[in-house]
Every structure is written in C-alpha cells, then in structure tokens.
C-alpha cells in the first residue's frame, strides 16, 4: 500500500466498520479524501446488523420532544429509500387503537398531558394518538411516502390476525431496509472512491506523533492526518484503552433484541404495538415466510459481541404481541433470535427507554484531529457522515463538498418501484432462475445481480448448488466483491439463508468459501 506511510498518509483513518464507520468513509472518499478504514471482525458484525431493519422517523421519539432528530430522520427516509431500492422499501405500519392502554407518565409529553390533563391517567385518547401522527406526517417534509389514515380493523385485512377487541387503527408510512447490506454497499462505495477497507483487523494503538496520528494494527503501522473513532459499542473502549485521550463524554449501552418465527400473518404490512409498560413492540414481515418482533431495551455491562437473546426476553416479546394477535405467540414459535448493543450517549436519562437516539460528535483538535462518535440510528447515518465531515472540513480545505444526497449505492441505480421490473428481466435473460430465486437477487443486489450472473446460461454455469438458491458464482462474488470469509458473513449477514438452510448445508458453504479463498491465496479468517 503506497498511502498510510509516516512520509505519505492517508488523510482520515477510520476505526469501525459498522454504519457509521462505513458511511464517513464513502462521503470522505467522494470528496477527493484518502480514507483507511479498519474494522476488527466482519462488516455489520455487532450494532449495524442488529437493528430493527428500519428507515423511520422514531414515532415514539416524539413522547420525548426528539423533534430535531426525528425531523431529520423522516427527511432522511425518502433520500435513503430511493437510493437504495434493492435493498429497502417503503412499509405501512399499522397502529391498533387500544381505549384502556395507558403512557408513561414520565416523560416529557406525559407530564404535560399529566398537567394539563390530569383525568387521563397517562391514556392517550384516539385524536391525541391521531395529532401525533399529523406531526409525523409533516415533521419532515414527506414527498412520495403516503400519508397517514384511519382503518377499520373488523373490515380490513390487517383486523384479520388480531383479537376481537380491536375495532380502530391508524395505518402511517416508513420504510424497511436490510441494515448489513446497507453497511456493506456503503464499503463497497467508499472502496470503488479509492477507500482502502480493512476486515479483521483490530486497532491496538493509537496515539499522535507530531501532527500525523500513528496507529497500529497486527499488520503494522499505519500514518493519518486525522482519526475518527466509529467504533460503535466499542468507542469508549477505544478512547480509554487504545487512544488513551482522556474524554468526558460517555457511551450508555442498551441491548436491543429480537425473535423471528414463521409468518403470523398473510398481509404485507407491519404491526405498531403499544404495550402496558409504556414500551412498543413492532411485529414486521421478514424475508417472505417469516415475522421479525422487537425490539427490547435493557441496559448492558457485557462485552458488546457476547450480547445475545436472552429466555427472559423472549417471553417478554411473545407476551407484548400475544396481547393483540388472535393466536398466542410463544417460545416454541421462535426459529431464530439476535441481540445488539446500541452505543447510546450518556445523557444521564433513568432508563434505557428514555436515553436520547441522537448522535453526537465529539473534536478534539489539541493536536492531529480526532473525531469521536457518539450514538445515531442507522435512519440518519448519512446525515451523520455529513455532519461529521463538517467538523473535520477546516483540516481538508482542499475537500470538495457534500454529494451522498441523490447518489445511489451499488446496484440502487433503478426507480423507487422498479423491483418487479428488474426480477421480469432476469427471468426473461436467465430462464434457469425461479421467481423467488430472481426477487432474492434483486433485493439482495439490485442492478448488479447480472454481473456475476454474468453469460450463464443454465444453473450449473453457477458452479455448486449449496442450498436455498445459493451457489458458487454467489459465494465468488461475496468473498471477491463484498469481504464475506466465513460461512456466518454470508447466511446472517450478507444474506438470512440461514433461515433456510440445514447443518449440513453450512458446512458445505463453508467448504466452498475455504476452496475459494484458498484458490485466491486469502487463507485467513
């Protein structure tokens, strides 16, 4: 590598593939920046790959007067749904209207309703519920996604799944995304500006020698103008053990988890419930033959890798939308479940609930700059990769200005409602592809999927069938094109096939990922 020398550096070195990490990296890069990133496992290992999978404005936010964040946000969806349209879609989420549910009476509307209404006792009438999701539907500036409005849940489809008891909803708009593909496309970006991205490699050191940042890595020292600590769950650990800056900001970490089971209900929309403990449970279509249920909120003290689903919570989830759906949700429904850990801001907020979802971004120019970032949701990583650039502008005057506003990502390059039209064509240029194997394509790579389709002509032109619509000429591409190494990068996060395939079949991916990385002299995990 001929940048990243003491005698030549590299303008910004980032710590962190997730998200975050990821999106600084591709604005710097189209703005004529030598970018370096590192990150210590897989792309999306931790935080970015365990979300709720949702472009949205943080409906619940506005219990707690978030209005700049979720303004930003909800501005933000419709940017990022059309720049991604492989890989996100909008969603109708549906409200159910319960007369008995109460609020939290803590928060900063609940004490104004508390107030100024004392003889709600924390209910929230159907017209209040109805004000609020007005204010969504303009907070931010909303263009193509429609509006909200008013259902009849014994008339509806959606009323089908659910309990008698439920005769009113509100139907509102956002948007749903595949968050580890989002992260990897945005890689995949910032490398094709001439980023460098670096898997499996942990930052151990970092400190500043005269004006450069020297950081170090099992591979060896690295040089950068500036450094930006995207380390996610970690940035803490990396301020105190690996930077050694001494910073009094703080990291909260709160545990998000979520189950899967098979498809509970037949419709396309999604579920927006609220539960009696003042929290909100969505209850989302996955993957065509599944529902994803999350999200809960508890703060965490462990290694943020080590997170994972606990019985406890799964009960929770199964009890939260066994109050609404007709039949009970219980544990033996869960085929699958993943934890991650948000890197909140301490804010000082008394519970995990309440802590703010805003980012913060933190310089520190005594010195070579660093840039330590705090928080975000991954509906406003760009705007966040914006902001962060703006703080490092005065030290790259020579940078030219903000461009990921408009700019699709890798395969994006296609109309908001263009999938249908894509999946037609490959069937009709690949006759081999079934339909479900061309809409995976197609939401999986967009306009790409053809070129590692490439000239093949029938199914065993791509090399091995390993199950589930997977093959060789896949895999090539993912560990060529995408960084994937191991069997989990590919069926958890550059695809969920794990879903769908059995033990056996793994090891048979994993087999094919060892032979084909072997063959390519990248051996390493």
Not at 137 to 151: E, I
Request: net charge neutral.
């Amino acid at each position: 590598m001929s940048l990243a020398t003491q005698e030549n550096p590299v303008d910004l070195c980032i710590i962190g593939g997730g998200v975050n990490g990821c999106g600084i990296a591709r604005d710097a890069a189209g703005r004529g920046l030598s970018v370096l990133l590192f990150e210590q496992a897989d792309l999306a290992q931790a935080t970015s790959s365990a979300s709720t999978k949702l472009f949205h404005g943080g409906l619940r936010y506005l219990e707690y007067l978030e209005i700049r964040l979720v303004h930003e946000a909800l501005a933000e969806r419709e940017v990022l749904l059309a720049a991604s349209p492989h890989i996100s879609h909008p969603m109708r989420f549906v409200l159910p209207i319960d007369p008995s549910m109460r609020f939290p009476t803590d928060t900063p509307v609940g004490r104004l309703v508390g107030l100024f209404l004392p003889w709600l006792k924390g209910k929230r009438p159907a017209a209040m519920i109805r004000a609020g999701l007005f204010l969504y539907d303009h907070l931010g500036g909303r263009r193509t996604l429609p509006g909200t409005r008013a259902l009849d849940l014994r008339r509806d489809p959606a009323g089908a799944p659910l309990r008698p008891g439920f005769a009113k909803a509100y139907e509102y708009s956002d948007g749903w995304v595949d968050d580890a593909r989002l992260v990897v496309l945005n890689a995949r970006d910032a490398a094709a500006r001439g980023a460098e991205i670096r898997t499996r490699s942990r930052v151990t050191g970092a400190h500043r020698e005269g004006d450069l940042w020297r950081v170090v890595t099992a591979a060896g020292s690295f040089w950068a103008r500036a450094l930006v600590n995207a380390a996610g769950p970690w940035v803490g650990e990396v301020i105190r053990d690996t930077i050694h800056v001494p910073s009094t900001e703080g990291v909260r970490l709160v545990r998000g988890s979520h189950i899967v089971t098979r498809r509970l209900f037949d419709h396309d929309r999604a579920y927006f419930f609220q539960g009696r403990d003042g929290r909100i449970c969505f209850a989302i279509p996955y993957e065509e033959d599944f529902t994803l249920i999350g999200t809960t909120d508890q703060d965490y003290r462990g290694a943020p890798g080590a997170a994972q689903c606990t019985e406890e919570e799964i009960t929770y989830l199964c009890a939260f939308v066994s109050e609404y759906f007709a039949r009970p949700v219980t544990p033996a429904d869960v085929v699958w479940t993943y934890s991650g850990v948000r890197p909140l801001y301490d804010d000082g907020a008394s519970s995990a609930t309440a802590a703010t979802r805003d980012y913060v971004l933190r310089l520190d120019a005594e010195g070579a700059p660093l840039l330590n970032i705090f928080g975000g949701k991954i509906t406003t990583y760009r705007r966040l990769a914006e902001a962060a650039l703006a703080k490092l502008a005065p030290f790259f005057p020579a940078a030219t200005g903000p461009w990921t506003a408009g700019a699709a990502l890798p395969g994006g390059d296609f109309p908001i409602d263009g999938r249908p039209a894509l999946a037609e064509g490959l069937l009709r240029d690949y006759p081999f592809l079934s339909a479900p194997w061309a809409a995976r394509l197609v939401r999986s790579y967009g306009t790409e999927a053809r070129v590692w389709l490439g000239d093949a002509r029938t199914a065993e032109d791509l090399g091995a069938d390993l199950g589930a619509t997977l093959t060789e000429a896949e895999l090539r591409w993912l560990v060529a094109r995408e960084w994937a190494v191991t069997a989990e990068d590919v069926l958890w996060r550059r695809s969920k096939l794990g879903l769908r395939l059995g033990p056996a079949q793994v090891q048979a991916v994993a087999g094919m990922l060892a032979q084909i990385r072997a063959a390519a002299g990248t051996t390493e995990a």
